[in-house]
């Protein structure tokens, strides 16, 4: 079995700050991990994902994620946060016999202030 | 390239009454999926399908869901009676591969 924790169901920035948004995953099988974006009456959108090779992968809109095995972790990142990035993230999980299956994490709300 | 695309966005209805939820896969990908959201239970998986077939439904909370994919460019989810409790926003996605899955806009469902 499969699951992902996302440490932090809100967490809040200023304009330009940092942003950091946890996710750590639980996974018997090599895993395959996704990061999703989604704004207020919208569906999921991929920001970025890792299946194999390099472990730092860049997404849209200036986001990256760093696949870190021994932690167990994999963690998105924006250097400068901007006032659209203000929406809910989705970490998610896959892979082996789950093929095709993804475990979503329970979401965490990033809300930007000016 | 249009996306998944997925009719009704809204649909209210009352309390015993069938509802269909369409859904139209983006070109080329061949697994399908369809969620449930809500505030209590977050996202979850009702079934989903690989080329056409349906590979695993044990999301399907009861008798009362049921759902087809006839030909690669359309599936429907079915709520057959519906209750208050269905109220959600149901989402398709579509997937070239298994793995990335993009998803459609939603249908908002209030059962009243």
């Known amino acids: 079995a499969q699951s992902v924790t996302q440490l932090g169901s809100h967490v809040s920035v200023s304009e330009g700050a940092l942003v950091l948004l946890r996710c750590n995953y639980s996974?018997?099988?090599?895993?395959?991990l996704f990061w999703y974006v989604q704004y207020p009456n919208q569906g999921l959108q991929l920001l970025l994902k890792y299946t194999t090779g390099a472990t730092l992968v860049k997404g849209i809109n200036g986001f990256e994620a760093e696949f870190k095995k021994s932690e167990t972790s994999f963690h998105l990142t924006k250097p400068s946060a901007h006032m659209s990035d203000a929406a809910e993230y989705f970490c998610?999980?896959?892979?082996?016999?789950?093929?095709?299956?993804?475990?979503f994490g329970q979401g965490t709300i990033l809300t930007v202030h000016p | 390239d249009a996306g998944v695309i997925q009719s009704p966005r809204h649909e209210v209805t009352e309390m015993g009454q069938e509802v269909t939820l369409r859904c139209k896969p983006i070109?080329?990908?061949?697994?399908l999926f369809w969620y449930r959201q809500t505030m209590m239970r977050g996202l979850e998986l009702l079934i989903y399908?690989?080329?056409?077939?349906?590979?695993?439904d044990s999301g399907m909370p009861e008798d009362r869901f049921s759902a087809k994919m006839p030909n690669a460019s359309f599936s429907t989810l079915k709520i057959q009676p519906s209750e208050p409790r269905d109220s959600a926003v149901y989402f398709c996605?579509?997937?070239?591969?298994?793995?990335?899955?993009?998803f459609g806009p939603g249908t908002r469902l209030t059962v009243t």
């Open positions: 399908f690989n080329n056409n077939v349906p590979i695993d």
């Open positions: 996974s018997s099988v090599p895993p395959y």
């Open positions: 998610a999980v896959t892979g082996g016999t789950s093929y095709g299956k993804l475990t």
């Open positions: 996605a579509s997937s070239p591969t298994g793995y990335e899955q993009y």
């Open positions: 070109s080329g990908h061949n697994s």
